[in-house]
């Protein structure tokens, strides 16, 4: 079935630092991809979307390509802020799948000052 | 505007119980799921309602059960609590963009249970 696959482990960076989290993914079609943040004690958020190969989403400075050559969705931020530090998950919603969001394990991240 | 939310926050359980959570979002959204989240397995989707009257089986479904009688609610009921159902939950709610895509799902705050 459809599935996303994060890189493993959390991710611990200094401040201004930039952020790479992995993301690939198995699909039948042309699925919508997501990242999805969870800061600490909170239900997730949308951080960003991209709907079609391509498509590039952005939001808070972050960024995801949709990639169908490579079946990947990594996300990327240039300079992180100690306030960035959250579990950071990637997702995507099968072609009709009427919302279904697969998810990925998700990836701690922890930004020092 | 409340969004979506949940409750209770926190509920301890003894094994073989039963217990509801619930679930009500106030943003007139046709789908609405229910998320276990476990460290390391990321989020698994128990059950989803695309509608009222309509509910259909996730990823782990088994000792859930749920209903959709109105369009806002979206309980889950666990029918005989066991260790191995010790989780976050966490409910959502989406709506279809006008293009046909799938739209932002938007979560609550989560429901810690533990199962003794």
């Known amino acids: 079935g459809d599935s996303v696959t994060q890189m493993e482990g959390p991710v611990t960076l200094s401040e201004e630092a930039c952020l790479t989290i992995?993301?690939?993914?198995?699909?039948?079609?042309?699925?919508?991809l997501f990242w999805y943040v969870q800061y600490p004690g909170e239900g997730l958020q949308l951080l960003l979307k991209?709907?079609?190969?391509?498509d590039k989403g952005s939001n808070k400075g972050f960024e995801a390509t949709y990639r169908k050559e490579t079946t990947s969705f990594h996300l990327e931020k240039g300079s992180v802020q100690v306030s960035d530090s959250a579990v950071y998950f990637c997702?995507?919603?099968?072609?009709?799948?009427?919302?279904?969001?697969?998810f990925g394990k998700g990836n701690q991240v922890v930004v020092i000052p | 505007n409340a969004g979506v939310t949940q409750t209770p926050k926190f509920q301890v359980l003894k094994t073989g119980q039963s217990m509801t959570l619930q679930c009500a979002q106030d943003?007139?959204?046709?789908?609405m799921s229910w998320y276990r989240q476990d460290p390391g397995m990321g989020l698994r989707l128990i059950h989803y309602?695309?509608?009222?009257?309509?509910?259909d089986q996730g990823e782990v479904p088994n000792g859930y059960n749920v209903s959709r009688s109105t369009t806002e609610d979206f309980p889950l009921r666990l029918l005989s609590a066991a260790p191995s159902q010790t989780s976050v939950y966490f409910c959502?709610?989406?709506?279809?963009?006008?293009?046909?895509?799938?739209?932002?799902?938007?979560f609550g705050e989560g429901s810690r249970l533990t199962v003794l």
């Open positions: 992995n993301c690939t993914y198995t699909a039948t079609g042309y699925p919508s």
């Open positions: 997702a995507l919603s099968p072609v009709y799948g009427n919302n279904r969001l697969a």
């Open positions: 959502a709610s989406s709506h279809q963009d006008l293009l046909g895509s799938p739209g932002e799902l938007f």
């Open positions: 991209a709907t079609k190969a391509d």
């Open positions: 943003m007139n959204h046709e789908y």
């Open positions: 309602s695309v509608g009222a009257g309509i509910t």
